[in-house]
Every structure is written in structure tokens, then in C-alpha cells.
């Protein structure tokens, strides 16, 4: 499995699962392409209890296609009067980290909700712009909870993928209303030291690997 992109998305979209079932009403994926999870599926599936789905474009390769519930938003402009508040959930997956003007995309992130706002960003990972969107960002946990903080949200939910050796993704959740929220959602840990195994030149894992083959190649060459 390729550790640069496909781990941490597969582990994203894992933990997307186990959330979109709590949330009801309409629902937005922001700058969604065509909603592809990557692995066969699309995301309006995960959300089983949604009223109606709906979906954000931008000009350039895999932008806007003109499709039914899909409307044309630049994250970096002021936003329509008429998206104030329109969904009851936005989500928007690996899109900020392309957005030179973060602050002012998170703020129309926010602004497009009524309640509910699901991010998922990488803290770590292979630059990978393209001539039609750069690479700008990599975003803390801290930075993450400021941006929530600045726009009238609070974090309910917050989670980092942990694989070794691969591309880190957050995924954060935001509300207007938490105290709605604080008995139904899952229980986390907030992320003190996001990425700590970095630099670990021998992880407990590997460690027991190696004492492994040292006892075998002690054992081979005692048979000699």
C-alpha cells in the first residue's frame, strides 16, 4: 500500500465511518470532486442519516462539472449570501493544505454551517502540488483548534492517523452547539505531541524484528 497518500486516507475514511452516522440534515462536501472516497465508494454513503447530500467545485482539473446538487465556490472569495449557514454539516477532506488564504477558506468552512464542520488535514506528508493548485500548508493540532476557536467553534472531535513511516492526516470535528453534542459523540484524547514517533530510529516493533533475525543468524551459524 502506497505509505505517501493511500495509508492515511484509508485511516481518514475509517474514522469518517464511524462519525457521519451521528449526523442529520443537509450535508456539503466542500471542493469534493465527485465525492470518490478513493476506494471504491463516495462519501454521501457514510452519512446514512443525511436529509440531502451536496457538493462544492472550483475551476481546474477536478473542479466544477455543472452535476445536479453541486454548487461553484472559491473558497478564498466572500462568500454568497445565500450559503450562509445552508448545511447543517460541511465537510471538506485534504483540500486547505492547496489554499494560500487558509484563514479566510476555514472562515467560509465555517460560515457555510449551520452546526457541524469535519476536517481533514495533513500534519505530514509528500508535497504534492500540480500546475493547477500548489502546496501552501500542514497544519498542528493547535492550529486546528485556533482556527475552530476564531470562527465561534469548539472542537468535539479530534484524531491523528499513527502508522509508521507514512503520510500523518487530522481529522477534526467542529460545532456551534457543543454541549448538543458532548454525549453523542466518541470520546478522544486531545493530541498533545502529534507525529512523536518521528525520529524514532528503532520502534518497538522493529526492535523485536531485529532481535528476531540476530537469534535466528546466532542459531544458523551455531548449526555450522
Not at 500500500?1 to 462536501?29: Q, T, Y
Not at 446514512?48 to 446538487?69: H, I, L, V
Amino acid at each position: 500500500m502506497d505509505r505517501k497518500f493511500r495509508i492515511a486516507r484509508v485511516w481518514s475514511n475509517r474514522e469518517l465511518k464511524k462519525l457521519a452516522p451521528l449526523f442529520k440534515g443537509d450535508v456539503v462536501n466542500i471542493s469534493a470532486w465527485d465525492d470518490r472516497d478513493k476506494e471504491g465508494g463516495y462519501y454521501q454513503d457514510y452519512f446514512t442519516q443525511k436529509d440531502r447530500y451536496y457538493f462544492t467545485n472550483y475551476s481546474g482539473e477536478r473542479g466544477w462539472q455543472g452535476k445536479q446538487n453541486e454548487y461553484f465556490l472559491d473558497l478564498t472569495q466572500e462568500l454568497p449570501s445565500e450559503l450562509h449557514q445552508r448545511f447543517d454539516v460541511v465537510f471538506n477532506h485534504t483540500t486547505l493544505e492547496h489554499v494560500f488564504d487558509v484563514r479566510k477558506a476555514f472562515q467560509n468552512l465555517c460560515l457555510v454551517s449551520k452546526d457541524i464542520v469535519i476536517v481533514v488535514v495533513p500534519f505530514c506528508q509528500k508535497q504534492h502540488g500540480k500546475d493547477m493548485y500548489c502546496d501552501f500548508w500542514r497544519f498542528t493540532p493547535t492550529c486546528l483548534r485556533y482556527l475552530f476557536k476564531e470562527n465561534d467553534f469548539e472542537v468535539i472531535y479530534e484524531a491523528q492517523s499513527q502508522h509508521k513511516n507514512a503520510a500523518i492526516y487530522l481529522l477534526f470535528v467542529g460545532s456551534r452547539y457543543s454541549e448538543k453534542w458532548r454525549h453523542i459523540m466518541p470520546t478522544y484524547k486531545e493530541i498533545k505531541e502529534c507525529g512523536n514517533w518521528i525520529g524514532h530510529p528503532l520502534h518497538p516493533l522493529n526492535f523485536q524484528f531485529i532481535k528476531n533475525i540476530l537469534s535466528f543468524l546466532k542459531n544458523f551459524c551455531f548449526a555450522f
